[in-house]
């Protein structure tokens, strides 16, 4: 018994996680800084990605600054995280990331991040986008 009144709690739980991460979503961009790196033509490597190129950045999001909900279907990608942390919300899910720790972003990314500390949280952010 005691063990059906902990997973009632425990899914109770994560429907309310899952409630309160959709009022949190962000819904504007705010304390953004990004500063381009490199950026190479794909065209010379891989002639069917002619007016696309590789372009990486180094990108920081200020305490309490956020990404609002934004889609990958043409612009694939990756995040590092250096420093801080970066709460991403995808779907009905919350990530937090901290240094060392990574996502990819595919065609069927949807999603939105925010720094919810007080310290600044930066990553290397690499994608492939039209020139």
């Given at each position: 018994m005691k063990f059906l009144k902990t997973l009632i709690v425990t899914?109770?739980?994560?429907?309310?996680?899952?409630?309160?991460?959709?009022?949190?979503?962000?819904?504007?961009?705010?304390?953004?800084?990004?500063?381009?790196?490199?950026?190479?033509?794909?065209?010379?490597?891989?002639?069917?990605?002619?007016?696309?190129?590789?372009?990486?950045?180094?990108?920081?999001?200020?305490?309490?600054?956020?990404v609002k909900l934004h889609s990958h279907a043409d612009r694939p990608g990756f995040l590092y995280v250096l420093e801080g942390e970066f709460t991403e919300y995808r779907g009905d899910s919350v990530n937090i990331v901290k240094p060392g720790d990574s996502w990819t972003e595919s065609g069927d990314t949807i999603h939105g991040v925010k720094n919810n500390t007080d310290k600044p949280a930066v990553a290397i952010v690499v994608d492939i986008v039209k020139e």
């Open positions: 899914v109770m739980f994560g429907v309310t996680a899952m409630a309160a991460s959709a009022a949190e979503m962000p819904t504007e961009n705010r304390g953004i800084t990004s500063v381009p790196l490199q950026m190479q033509s794909l065209q010379k490597q891989i002639p069917v990605m002619a007016g696309y190129v590789l372009r990486s950045r180094y990108v920081t999001l200020a305490p309490g600054g956020s």
